[in-house]
Structure formats: C-alpha cells, structure tokens
C-alpha cells in the first residue's frame, strides 16, 4: 500500500504594557518593543521584551520567558484589530480582550482553541483544506501546542494522500508531527504518521525505527504493527513481515489487510498456505475482489485450471468491469490459449478484456497469436498491427509482424 521543510512561524510583538497609550508608542525609539525576535531566539529560550511578526499580517507584543509567551502582551493585525491577554509559560491564563464584541470575538481568528474546534468538525465534515487554515492560524498563535502540531501534520498528510500536497508538504507534515512528539502531544500516533512519510520516502530504516517508537508508546495499535509489516516486506525480511501482520490479527482479529498480507507472502513462493489466509479475508469482506483475483492466480501458477477458473469467474458475478475484471479475462485467455489450446474459447476472452480496456496491446497481441494458430493470417496481422498501433515499441508485436509477412513472402 499502498513525501525541503517549510516551517510554518508565528513572529510576535511582545508588550508589558497594559494601556492604549502605551501600544500607541511603540513605533518609537525609546520602545522596550523595539527588538526584533526570531524563531531561532524563541527555539534558544529567549528571555526578555521584543517583536515578532507573523507571516498571517499579525504582529505580537509582550514579553517572554525561556522562549515562551510569558505575561501581558497585544496581538496587534495589520488591519488595526488588536487582542490583548496574558499568558504563563506559553499558556493564556486571563481570557483576553479586545475591541469586539462578545459575537465578534467568538469568530475572532486570535483564539486559537476556538479556531482548533472548528477546525476538528471540519475534518470531521471531510473539508481538510478549510480544516488546514485554522490550525496554521492556531499554530502561528501558539507554536508550543503539540496537538495542534498533531492536526496540522495529519491534515497535510491526507491531503497529499488525496493528490493534493507535494513532497514539500508532506516534509512539513513531518515536522509537524516531529513537534508534536517535542511538546509531548500525541506521540504514538505522531511516530506512527511520521513512520508513514518515511515509508513514502523509501527511508524503510528509519520508517522502521519510528514505527518502534509508535509500538513503545502504544503497543495496541494493530495499524502501526501494520505498517512495520509493510517495512520488513519491502526491505525482503519476510519473516520480520509475517511476525508483524500475525501481532496485529492477535490484536484486531477482523484483520483483513493483515490476512492478505501474509497470503500475499505465501503467493510470491507459489506456496497454496496462501490459500487459507485470502480465505479468511473474504470471510471478513466477501466483497474483495483482490483477493478472488489472487487466489485465481495461485490456482493458475500451480497449474489447477479448473480452480482457477472457478475463482476467475466469480469476478464477473457482479458486472464490476474494473481492473480485476479484466486481468481475470486476460488470464483466463491465457489459459485457454497456452494451456488448453482452445484458441476460440481464448479470443473471446481476449476481445472481452480488450472492450472494457481498448488500451490493452497484450490482449490485441494475444488474439493475433491465436489467429495464427487457427491459419487466419489476415486477422493475425490485423491484431497485431493493432497492438503496435498502441504501443509502437512493443517488440514482441513487431517481430510477430515481421515474421507473418516474411512468411507469407516465401508462399507467394
């Protein structure tokens, strides 16, 4: 089954002034605001007054202690809107105030918890990209909340799954769940996901370590046992594999990624154990149409026809004209053409797969070769141009082709 960083800062104006007149004064010299904080400080545990700016056209202004909002200070938006709070260790301790009012301020994009909640139903609702806006929002606001950290990284992550990210986006994924783990907020599932974009980035050593440190925290989590599978399986440690997918069915018994997993282990050795373990994820989900599919195939790879043809055609109960359904002619053709020398039996089921897939060369190669083997030369050469005709380069078409006409040039 089957991601360089952008840190996302929050640059801030920190004020331990308590009155208008005073933010009113600090565009001048004597300003103790004057100072401008990076992120870098704030990573050192910066201690003291200053002005940070956020990439969002916010600007904060107060004072902090080992890099952390600490005691009265403004936000202050380049529009004029201004919230003033109070914090300790990075954590609002008065409700703030503003120039809203109590309707305004329920909306108001300064509340960071406010803005996390509303983000959560939109997830919820599936609008990840709405979701994605509040907490990079929330996150400017508060940088040290690990479970916004936590949020942000798996709405990153998801969006990238549905094609709407880049690998750029799936670093920053990264970084966030790296952040949530630094401010001690869901570690387990932040490791696992991180665990998953190494995966994604082929760097299966250090998938696997994180994946570990998931299992450490949580050792319940039949997914993370999963996805550890997948790791050993790529990197060819089979029985690392198969350990992992049977302690997750130990754990979630209605496991069925885990059953098919293992059967797909079996398969790759022609081994018919396999069998026993597709059966019993379509005991789970008898709609999954992968594993009818590849119980077919190991009946064909170990010569039972019959077998496989019973599993084939169960593929077609349901008129799912998909990916199944036309491997599953293909093979069947296959079968009647190779194994059984029916050539008529096998066209049909060629010309089938070649109908719902007008792309597939193979199966416009394939009939060729049965017509030659039944003596029509003229339908040999028409599917085998055909074939050529969507892939030029396929040279097992293109020899065919040459050999029929140089044979029928010696018969003239």
Same mark, same amino acid.
Request: charged share 15%.
């Given at each position: 089954m089957r991601y360089s960083f952008l840190i996302f800062t929050l640059l801030l104006y920190f004020s331990c002034g308590d009155n208008t007149e005073k933010n009113e004064k600090n565009d001048t010299v004597d300003s103790p605001y004057l100072r401008e904080i990076t992120q870098e400080m704030l990573d050192d545990g910066y201690t003291g007054k200053g002005t940070y700016f956020s990439i969002e056209g916010w600007k904060y202004e107060g004072e902090w202690k080992d890099g952390k909002k600490h005691g009265k200070g403004t936000y202050i938006h380049n529009d004029g809107d201004q919230y003033i709070g109070e914090w300790k260790n990075g954590q609002e301790v008065h409700e703030g105030q503003n120039n809203k009012s109590p309707e305004q301020k329920e909306n108001d994009s300064t509340n960071d918890s406010l803005l996390v909640e509303r983000a959560l139903l939109n997830i919820e609702k599936g609008n990840l990209e709405e979701a994605k806006k509040d907490l990079e929002t929330a996150n400017l606001l508060d940088t040290t909340n690990g479970h916004t950290h936590y949020l942000l990284g798996d709405v990153l992550l998801e969006l990238a799954k549905q094609g709407k990210g880049s690998e750029e986006s799936v670093k920053l994924s990264s970084s966030h769940f790296k952040s949530a783990i630094k401010y001690k907020s869901d570690s387990a599932l932040s490791f696992q996901k991180d665990g998953e974009i190494s995966m994604y980035l082929r760097e299966h050593l250090q998938a696997?370590? %994180? %994946?570990?440190?998931? %299992?450490? !925290? =949580?050792?319940? =989590?039949?997914?993370?046992?999963?996805?550890?599978g997948y790791c050993y399986k790529e990197l060819d440690q089979l029985e690392n594999a198969r350990y992992c997918f049977e302690k997750s069915i130990n754990i979630e018994t209605q496991n069925e990624e885990a059953y098919l997993q293992i059967a797909n282990i079996y398969s790759a050795d022609y081994d018919m154990t396999a069998i026993e373990y597709y059966k019993k994820a379509l005991k789970i989900n008898s709609n999954n149409r992968l594993a009818y599919y590849n119980i077919g195939l190991l009946y064909q790879n170990n010569h039972m026809y019959s077998q496989a043809q019973d599993y084939y055609h169960k593929l077609f109960e349901n008129d799912i004209e998909d990916k199944w359904y036309v491997d599953a002619h293909y093979n069947l053709g296959f079968i009647f053409m190779e194994n059984l020398k029916d050539y008529k039996n *096998?066209?049909?089921? &060629?010309?089938? *797969? *070649?109908? !719902?897939?007008?792309?597939? &060369?193979?199966?416009? &190669? *394939?009939?060729?070769h049965c017509y030659l083997s039944l003596g029509d030369v003229i339908n040999a050469e028409r599917y085998y141009r055909k074939s050529l005709d969507i892939n030029p380069e396929y040279k097992d078409a293109q020899n065919a082709l040459n050999k029929l006409l140089s044979d029928n040039e010696k018969y003239k």
């Open positions: 696997i370590e %994180l %994946l570990s440190k998931s %299992l450490s !925290v =949580d050792e319940t =989590d039949y997914q993370t046992l999963i996805l550890l *096998a066209i049909n089921y &060629f010309a089938e *797969a *070649a109908l !719902v897939n007008p792309n597939s &060369f193979s199966s416009y &190669f *394939a009939m060729g």
